[in-house]
């Protein structure tokens, strides 16, 4: 948040805070009550959100302060702490004026000489939303001296009420502010061409084009009331017109009175632009209009970048699909559909199932051997237990002559290898000898 910093010049007051600088300046009759203007000018190079806060004197109650409806009355807010803010956002370059009134008998210029605060609104400031709005007054309060600013623009001139009368503008459309209702927006008026005891005088539609007097503290005086009742009245009449409330014969009393001609039926004009057009008028066709179009256009019709990487993502993704839908057609063409390969796979399932059914069959029949298998086991274990121990007695006996036989077979290996051995030795000897 960037503060001011304050300089005077002649009678105004200028403050700056960062690229924007403002001049505050009091003027006691430029307005129908005393005024405090403000000059706002930006210097910078981007946009700028800054807020102008304003102390009002002790000699001004704050039921007394008011905005200009032509000079962004909504962009202030009084508070009760007598101070008014100011909220705006300036284009580079950019200059704002905006004023609050005051009424009061004797405007003390001095008294409004005080510098203006000026902060700058952004990432290193403040928001908006710290204004503290349980204590800005309503703006009910300040209606009084807003309808005192704008009450030269609020009067209905000569100009509103022939527009009127000629029903090309409603009521409130004129150049100057437009015409009014009254402030509680409830007055009704009624034209009534007999007895006149509930009728207009058209010496009060005259009276209204008056402009109010001024009292020269910046007060309103009585003929004001008078004069402001009278415009009022002025715009109600309007209103009642371009409402079509009002008889044709009082809106004829009105234009005689006013001087203003009765405008031309639609046959009239009709009538007088075919005598212009020289006959039936000519409708232009289509392809004409969209010719005329493309020549305005100096040709075919730009289309964004956003849209064009839009299209060419979407061709992207076409020409993807294309190429998947063609592979998946080679593999259909090439394994057939997905019908066809079931059916491959229910053969093979069925296949299956009878190998698996011989093997069952196998199965049984080697587990029916292995039972008659262990049949004659069990009848040779029972065989072998049957025979007579009498007969186990000779087998026994025959086993160890069997084992004497194989002993001295063994003795007469050693012997017979001894002879060898000697044979040797006297062979040796008997050689030695000759």
Not at 1 to 17: I, K, N, P, Q, R
Not at 341 to 358: C, K, P
């Amino acid at each position: 948040m960037l503060m001011a910093t304050s300089t005077e010049t002649g009678d105004a007051v200028t403050v700056s805070a960062g690229a924007v600088s403002v001049s505050k300046a009091f003027s006691p009759d430029e307005f129908p009550v005393p005024t405090v203007l403000f000059d706002l000018e930006s210097h910078a190079d981007e946009p700028v959100e800054l807020r102008l806060t304003d102390d009002v004197p002790e000699t001004v109650t704050m039921d007394a302060v008011g905005f200009h409806p032509e000079y962004d009355a909504d962009a202030w807010t009084a508070y009760r702490d007598r101070r008014v803010q100011f909220e705006v956002t300036l284009d580079p370059g950019e200059s704002v004026r905006t004023v609050y009134g005051v009424r009061v008998d004797d405007a003390d210029p001095a008294a409004f000489a005080g510098e203006p605060r000026v902060e700058l609104l952004g990432d290193d400031g403040d928001s908006p939303d710290a204004i503290d709005e349980e204590d800005a007054l309503d703006r009910e309060t300040t209606q009084e001296v807003r309808e005192a600013l704008a009450a030269e623009e609020n009067a209905a001139s000569p100009a509103d009420v022939e527009a009127a009368l000629n029903g090309g503008v409603e009521a409130g459309s004129g150049d100057s502010g437009g015409l009014a209702l009254d402030g509680d927006g409830e007055s009704q008026i009624t034209l009534d061409g007999g007895d006149g005891g509930g009728g207009i005088d058209l010496d009060d539609v005259g009276a209204a084009r008056e402009s109010p007097s001024l009292d020269p503290t910046g007060g309103p005086t009585t003929d004001d009331r008078r004069e402001t009742d009278d415009r009022s009245l002025t715009a109600a009449v309007a209103a009642e017109i371009g409402a079509g409330d009002v008889p044709d014969e009082d809106v004829d009393a009105l234009r005689d009175a006013l001087g203003v001609e009765t405008p031309p039926t639609a046959a009239e004009v009709a009538a007088e632009l075919e005598g212009d057009l020289g006959g039936e008028p000519t409708v232009p066709t289509a392809a004409e209009v969209a010719a005329e179009l493309e020549g305005d256009l100096g040709g075919e019709p730009t289309v964004p970048t956003s849209v064009e990487v839009r299209l060419d993502r979407l061709q992207s993704t076409v020409a993807d699909l294309s190429a998947y839908t063609d592979a998946l057609e080679n593999f259909l063409d090439e394994e057939g559909d997905g019908q066809q390969a079931i059916e491959g796979f229910r053969a093979d399932v069925e296949q299956l199932e009878g190998e698996v059914a011989s093997l069952d069959e196998t199965m049984a029949g080697v587990e029916s051997r292995l039972d008659e298998m262990t049949v004659t086991v069990e009848e040779a274990r029972e065989a072998a237990e049957d025979i007579d121990p009498e007969t186990e007695a000779p087998l026994d006996r025959l086993e160890d002559r069997v084992a004497a036989i194989d002993s001295r077979a063994d003795e007469f290996e050693a012997e017979a290898e001894r002879l060898d051995e000697f044979r040797e030795r006297l062979t040796g000897a008997l050689g030695a000898a000759e």
